[in-house]
């Protein structure tokens, strides 16, 4: 299932795109690491951006759970390297 997929460093940097349910306001950017937060019309919000490892995404990962916001998805983006997006 995964065999054509390239692989990954979990110690470098991935963009990713992190989908909640439910609004949070723009004061939760700095609290999200600097990551660009989207509110959907479907009532999602949506965390986009450069994460250092794997240690940071489940620092992220961490919060939301926090928040109590339930997680509807995280994918890393295609080409999402750190040095080539965001």
């Not at 937060?37 to 009532?43: A, H, I, K, P, S």
Request: with cysteine; hydrophobic share 40%.
């Amino acid at each position: 299932m995964f065999d054509n997929l390239p692989p990954i460093d979990p110690c470098a940097p991935m963009v990713y795109e992190i989908k909640l349910m439910g609004h949070l306001g723009p004061q939760w950017t700095d609290w999200f690491d600097g990551m660009t937060l989207t509110l959907e019309e479907d009532g999602t919000t949506v965390l986009y951006g450069r994460v250092v490892d794997q240690a940071a995404l489940y620092g992220l990962l961490k919060k939301t759970r926090d928040l109590g916001l339930p997680l509807l998805s995280v994918i890393c983006m295609p080409s999402g390297r750190a040095d080539t997006a965001v």
